[in-house]
């Protein structure tokens, strides 16, 4: 079982938003801004999406964004795109030199 | 850009040592980032292994700690992971990365699937 806990799917249709959370704890999500997530497609390596919460690294287009209250943390897909049909992972610092994953989110454009 | 290409056998017997290589192409693997290593169990999510400085210092999860060595070769631009005592559980894919900053990997190699059995 993952440390971090998301919803195993998501769906919307294109052009539609769609947010994904990931459940921590207040000893990692409630106490670090240091949470991190990632775009995976079949096959292929994961791909840094977001990065301390909210920021984006370069070539991640704004329709990505990160948020986080409490011990949950979110990621908003705006102007869904059959490209962004793939799995997504969130991870976050837990301190004492340690990072957890949740187990991912499949989101499907329908 | 810096590529990273994970390397070594898929196949390790029960109770041996897993070995793989990350070799870093496009820049110095002794510039100011970490690098670091995570596996993927088939069907589930990842798990962070540990990381390594350009200078060698080194970071482990606790839960791997006893049997993990990450080490890092400055002259052949690349950094390995040795796994001992492995067991089924150990069968993942093993990608290794770029640390961005804040525990944020932004440059992952392929992935090396890595099975235990006999």
């Known amino acids: 079982q993952s440390a971090l806990t998301q919803p195993p799917s998501a769906s919307g249709s294109p052009g539609q938003s769609v947010t994904i959370s990931c459940s921590g704890t207040?000893?990692?999500?409630?106490?670090?801004?240091?949470v991190s997530w990632y775009q995976q497609h079949p096959n292929k390596a994961p791909k840094l999406i977001i990065y301390?919460?909210?920021e984006r690294p370069s070539g991640v287009p704004d329709r990505f964004s990160g948020s986080k209250s409490g011990n949950t943390a979110s990621l908003t897909v705006s102007g869904l795109q059959a490209a962004d049909e793939a799995l997504y992972y969130c991870?976050?610092?837990?301190?004492?030199?340690?990072?957890?994953f949740g187990g991912g989110t499949k989101l499907t454009v329908l | 850009q810096v590529q990273l290409q994970e390397s070594g056998p898929g196949l390790v017997k029960p109770s041996g040592t897993l070995s793989l290589t990350c070799a870093v192409s496009?820049?110095?693997?002794?510039?100011?980032?970490?690098w670091t290593w995570v596996r993927q169990p088939p069907g589930k999510g990842q798990e962070w292994i540990g990381e390594?400085?350009?200078?060698?210092?080194?970071s482990y999860n606790p839960s791997l700690k006893s049997r993990v060595t990450i080490s890092i070769d400055k002259s052949k631009n690349q950094f390995s992971l040795k796994l001992k005592s492995v067991t089924a559980a150990d069968t993942a894919v093993y990608y290794c990365?770029?640390?961005?900053?804040?525990?944020?990997?932004?440059?992952w190699g392929q992935g090396r699937m890595v099975t235990v059995a006999s």
């Open positions: 990365a770029r640390v961005l900053t804040s525990w944020a990997f932004d440059i």
């Open positions: 496009g820049g110095s693997i002794g510039s100011s980032n970490w």
């Open positions: 390594i400085y350009h200078d060698g210092t080194t």
């Open positions: 207040s000893s990692d999500i409630g106490s670090y801004n240091y």
């Open positions: 301390e919460v909210n």
């Open positions: 991870s976050s610092y837990t301190g004492i030199n340690n990072l957890v």
